[in-house]
């Protein structure tokens, strides 16, 4: 499904939730979505960076997008739960779990207690508070999408990439647990590992590489759109690469 060429109108009428939507994957998923008819609500911790976001966003055409501040890395079940509510949502048809973050890079022999705990939040955590806030809603729709960000490093553990990929090889695990557990309905839930991707995450874990070499976040969009559409009816509990071998 690299290839897949997505209908202009893939997306209307449907309400999608995306957080880390100010930057790299999730910033383009945002407008991507957005040109494909999307109704978005955009998650991130920088005000300004999500009014920018949503003025470009309305300024193209695209519906204009809400958006709600949530810092991941302080989130508990109480403040997701009022950030959702504040929104005032109606619908929820499809849930992007985009952002995250790398840690530092290192044997697990010498990890910092704080910055474990710091990855774990943020990457597991904090997307498990946003699924028990929003699955209700998500519940509620004829069809929904539920969308989880994994890694390389979540499928085979590598050295020194330490929290990171052990918060990736959860976020495996939470992905097939929910897809079991909801078998059956209307929601369907898969992980993406987006692959080497020209990110500043990817430029922090690996600096001396040249980004030029590397996919764009627009090249990945392909998988994306067909996971949140309904071509993809059926199809859950499962980890797709957004690049090829």
Known sequence: MLDYQAPPTLLAGKCILITG???GIGRTAALTFAAHGAQLVLLGRDPLKLRQLCEEIGASGALLPRYGVLDLATASQATTRACIA???????????????VLGTLGPLAELDEQEWQRVLQVNVSANLWLI????PLLQQAPQASLLLTSSGVGKRGRAGWGSYAISKFATEGMMQVLADELAGTGVRVNAINPGATRTAMRAAAKPDEDPLTLRTPAELMPLYLYLMGQHSLGLTGQSWDAQSK
Do not use: S, V
Request: some cysteine; overall charge neutral; aromatic content about 0%.
């Open 86 to 100: 504040a929104l005032a949502l109606t619908r929820l048809d499809g849930l992007l779990l985009n952002a995250g």
């Open 132 to 135: 028990q806030t929003c699955l």
């Open 21 to 23: 939507a100010t930057a």
